[in-house]
C-alpha cells in the first residue's frame, strides 16, 4: 500500500479486509481510508498520538493515553485491525480480546489486581479515594472466587463477560 | 502547532462555559444509575467508554466542523463536461479580468480619496470620519462586486449607539467585507501577516478596529479593557464581534466565546448564510492563503449570500449546534476536562 499516495486499489481493500477476518464490508474500508487520511495531516502513512489527541472526544476520554500505547503509528492495515473488534460482526472472545489488553498495560498476558486497580483510577479519578477502590475490588474479586493475588488470564475474562455478552459496536460512517 | 503532543492548559473560562452535556447526547442514551450488587463483570466492563474513544477515532463532530465538503462532481457525463469547460473559459477569460478590472477601479478611486481625506482633514475630525466610513463602505461595495456577489439582507440596518454590539457567525474574512459594505462596523480581529495586515494597520485603524493576538495570553485583558471602552463611546462605530472565534465551515456553529456577552451591552445577533451552489466560501485558513481563496472566489460564478439581522443565530439559518468550543482547533483540551469525565 502506497504510503504517501491517498489512493487505495482494490487489491489494497482485498488484502485489509483480509488481514481484519471480513469484520469490515470494503465500502466500510473505504470510509475509514477517507477518514484515516483526514487524521494522518502530512499523510505519512500512520496517525501519530498528537494527531489522535487532536480530536477533542477522544483527548478527553479517559482511557485515551490506555489506547494512544495501542494505536500510536499504527498504519492503515493495523488500524482497521484494531477497530475490527468494535465491528457488529466481531466475535465475544476478540472483544473481550481487546478489554484485556487494555488491562494488561505491560503485555505479559496476565492482568494482575493492581492493573485492575490502575484502570479504575483513570475511570474514577477523584470521584474516588485509593482505599475505596481497593476495597470494592477486593470485595468483588471474593465474590466472583478470586484472590487479591490472582492474575487473571484471557480465558478468565472470556469467562467473566460469557455469560451476558458483550455490546461494544461502532458504526462506520458509509457515503 | 507550537507544542506537539502537550497539552495546553486553557483558562478557566472553557471550565464555566461547559454546557449542560445531556443536551448534546443522542436520546436515551443517560447516564446509566448502576441497580443490583457489584458484580466482578460490571466492574471490569468498560466497553461504553471504548466504545465512545472508537467512535471517536472513526468520526467526530469537531473535525467536521472545519471540514470543506466538496461540492457533488455534476459535469462528469458527456453532455455537461463540455459546458462545464465553457464555464470554466468564460469564468477564468471573460469574467475573472472583468472583475479584476473592477477591483482595480475600485481600488483606485478609493485610494484617491482617502489618503486626500485622511491627512487634509486631520483638523476637522467627524467630518473626516464620516468621510472615511462611507469610503470604506464603497471600497468594500468593490470587493463585494468583484466577486459578483447577491446579498440579500434583512433586517433593520445597524446603526451608531453606544453600550450594543452586533455578533455574527464566521465563515471566511470576506464575512466582514460583506457587512462592512452594509455599515462601517469596527471590528475585533486577529492581526494578519502580508497585504491583509498593511490593510489592517492603516485603513481599519480608522474604523478603530481592535487587533488582538492568539497566542499571547496576556493579550486578553488588554482586548478586554479595549472592548469595554469602544462601546462606551457614543462616536464610536458600531462593534462587530465573531464569536466562535475561527472560520466554520457554514454548516456549524461551534461554541461562542463569552467575551462579546460580558461587555454589559446589548447583543445584536447576525447570520451569514452562503448559498453553497454558487460557491463554498469557507475560508479553510490551514488549506489556503487568503490572497488564495479571494482568487478562487473571484473565479467563481458569484458569491450569493443571506445576512439576517436580530434573528436568533443558528435557527434562523439552518446552521446546526455543537458543543465544542472553536479554540480547540488552536489547542488540546485541558487535563481538568478529561478529569471531569
Known amino acids: ?175 | 502547532m507550537s507544542n506537539p503532543g502537550k497539552l495546553i492548559t486553557s483558562s478557566s473560562e472553557l471550565d464555566l462555559d461547559r454546557p449542560n452535556i445531556e443536551d448534546y447526547l443522542p436520546s436515551g442514551s443517560s447516564i446509566q444509575e448502576p441497580h443490583g450488587k457489584l458484580r466482578l463483570r460490571d466492574l471490569l466492563d468498560i466497553s461504553p467508554t471504548l466504545t465512545e474513544a472508537a467512535g471517536a477515532i472513526v468520526d467526530d463532530s469537531f473535525t467536521r466542523c472545519f471540514k470543506s465538503n466538496p461540492p457533488e462532481p455534476w459535469n462528469w457525463n458527456i453532455y455537461l463536461f463540455p459546458l462545464w469547460c465553457c464555464g470554466v473559459l468564460f469564468r477564468y477569460g471573460i469574467l475573472f479580468p472583468s472583475r479584476v478590472l473592477v477591483l482595480t477601479i475600485g481600488w483606485i478611486i478609493f485610494l484617491s480619496s482617502y489618503i486626500p481625506v485622511h491627512f487634509l482633514l486631520k483638523g476637522h475630525d467627524k467630518l473626516r470620519k464620516k468621510l472615511e466610513r462611507s469610503l470604506v463602505e464603497l471600497i468594500c461595495s468593490f470587493f463585494v462586486a468583484s466577486w459578483t456577489g447577491v446579498v440579500k439582507y434583512h433586517g433593520p440596518r445597524p446603526s451608531m449607539r453606544p453600550k450594543q454590539v452586533f455578533v455574527a457567525n464566521h465563515t471566511s474574512m470576506i464575512d466582514f467585507i460583506i457587512l462592512e459594505q452594509m455599515t462601517a462596523f469596527s471590528v475585533i480581529m486577529q492581526k494578519h501577516p502580508g497585504w491583509v495586515g498593511l490593510l489592517q494597520s492603516t485603513i481599519l485603524e480608522s474604523l478603530g478596529c481592535i487587533w488582538f493576538n492568539r497566542s499571547e495570553s496576556k493579550d486578553r485583558e488588554i482586548v478586554a479593557k479595549k472592548l469595554r471602552e469602544h462601546v462606551q463611546g457614543a462616536d464610536n462605530n458600531p462593534l462587530l464581534i465573531f464569536p466562535e472565534g475561527t472560520c466554520v465551515n457554514n454548516h456549524y456553529t461551534v461554541m461562542f466565546k463569552k467575551g462579546a456577552f460580558e461587555l454589559g451591552c446589548t447583543v445584536c445577533p447576525i447570520a451569514i448564510k452562503y448559498n453553497k451552489i454558487f460557491v463554498d466560501a469557507f475560508w479553510n485558513s490551514r488549506k489556503q492563503s487568503f490572497t488564495m481563496h479571494l482568487l478562487q472566489l473571484m473565479t467563481s460564478w458569484a458569491v450569493v449570500c443571506d445576512v439576517w439581522v436580530r434573528d436568533i443565530i443558528s435557527v434562523r439559518a439552518g446552521l446546526k449546534k455543537v458543543p465544542w468550543d472553536g479554540y480547540l482547533k488552536y489547542s488540546r483540551p485541558s487535563p481538568k476536562h478529561r478529569e471531569r469525565k
Open chain 1, 1 to 175: 500500500m502506497g504510503n504517501a499516495s491517498s489512493m487505495l486499489t482494490q487489491y489494497d481493500i482485498e488484502e485489509v479486509q483480509r488481514h481484519c477476518h471480513n469484520l469490515f464490508s470494503q465500502q466500510e474500508i473505504v470510509s475509514l481510508y477517507k477518514r484515516f487520511c483526514q487524521l494522518d495531516r502530512n499523510a505519512k502513512g500512520f496517525i501519530s498520538a498528537d494527531e489522535f489527541l487532536s480530536v477533542p472526544e477522544f483527548a478527553m476520554n479517559p482511557l485515551s493515553q490506555r489506547l494512544l500505547k495501542m494505536v500510536d503509528g499504527l498504519n492503515f492495515k493495523d488500524f482497521v485491525a484494531f477497530l475490527s473488534a468494535f465491528s457488529a460482526k466481531a466475535s465475544l472472545e476478540q472483544k473481550v480480546g481487546l478489554i484485556f489488553k487494555v488491562y494488561d498495560s505491560d503485555g505479559n498476558g496476565k492482568v494482575s489486581f493492581n492493573d485492575i486497580l490502575e484502570v479504575l483510577q483513570d475511570l474514577s479519578g477523584s470521584f474516588m479515594s485509593d482505599e475505596q477502590r481497593q476495597q470494592v475490588l477486593c470485595q468483588v474479586l471474593k465474590e466472583a472466587g478470586y484472590t487479591r493475588e490472582s492474575y487473571l488470564m484471557l480465558d478468565d475474562f472470556i469467562k467473566v463477560f460469557g455469560h451476558f455478552g458483550l455490546k461494544m459496536e461502532v458504526e462506520v460512517p458509509v457515503d
